[in-house]
């Protein structure tokens, strides 16, 4: 199965610099000829700060693409509003990457990535999980936690239709990390 995926994956994209680790679509394979498709991405300096009730308050890294050249910052703020299916959404200062970080559920921080971006419908994201190892430090407001590697290597494995835009709710959101 996953020397198939490779497979595949190989047929499709023969530009990235890796094979794929996701099956292209075949009615998006036409449009993944003409363009470089997600496979991995870094994230650097990721660092988390947590009030004393242990409410999550801010996130932030540097997202980048080697492949797709995309190099952006990724921030989670008292202003930040979350979107997505389940509200957990976050966007980066570029609109094609967002992330997803939790600490339980699917635990570790996802990054999305559209597909191919300025294209016609359908419209398709990588994406991919790493669970950052937290190195944190109390201080008087809380906790602040910074990943013990500089910079964190990811694989995208994942190939899905972008959710449909939910109503976005326009109040602050307390999450819960
Ligand atoms: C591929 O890109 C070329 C040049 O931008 C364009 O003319 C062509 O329509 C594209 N093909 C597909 C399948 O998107
Ligand atoms: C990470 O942080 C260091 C210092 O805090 C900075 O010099 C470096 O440019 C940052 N890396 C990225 C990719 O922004
Ligand atoms: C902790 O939670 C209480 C009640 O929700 C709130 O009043 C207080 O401001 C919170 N403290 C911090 C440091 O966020
Ligand atoms: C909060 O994050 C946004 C990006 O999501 C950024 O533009 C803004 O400057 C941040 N605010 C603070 C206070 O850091
Ligand atoms: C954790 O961070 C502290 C302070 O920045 C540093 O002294 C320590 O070496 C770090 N530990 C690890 C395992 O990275």
């Not at 047929?11 to 036409?30: D, E, G, H, I, Q």
């Not at 389940?86 to 597909?115: H, P």
Request: charged letters at 15%; a positive charge; hydrophobic letters at 30%.
């Amino acid at each position: 199965m996953y020397a198939l995926t490779v497979l595949f994956g190989l047929m499709a994209a023969a530009s990235a610099s890796k094979p794929l680790r996701y099956t292209v679509p075949n009615n998006f394979k036409a449009v993944a000829s003409n363009c470089t498709l997600p496979a991995e991405f870094v994230v650097t300096n990721f660092t988390t700060s947590t009030n004393k009730n242990g409410t999550l308050d801010t996130v932030c890294f540097q997202f980048s693409d080697p492949d797709t050249e995309i190099r952006t910052t990724c921030q989670r703020n008292s202003t930040s509003v979350a979107s997505g299916p389940s509200k957990n959404r976050y966007g980066c200062d570029n609109a094609n990457i967002a992330f997803i970080y939790q600490t339980t559920g699917i635990a570790g921080l996802t990054l999305t990535e559209r597909a191919c971006p300025g294209g016609s419908s359908p419209q398709f994201e990588a994406s991919g999980l790493i669970t950052p190892e937290l190195n944190c430090t109390d201080t008087p407001t809380g906790t602040i936690c910074h990943t013990e590697q500089k910079s964190l290597q990811g694989d995208f494995n994942s190939f899905q239709p972008i959710p449909s835009k939910a109503p976005i709710r326009r109040h602050r959101g307390t999450w819960r990390g």
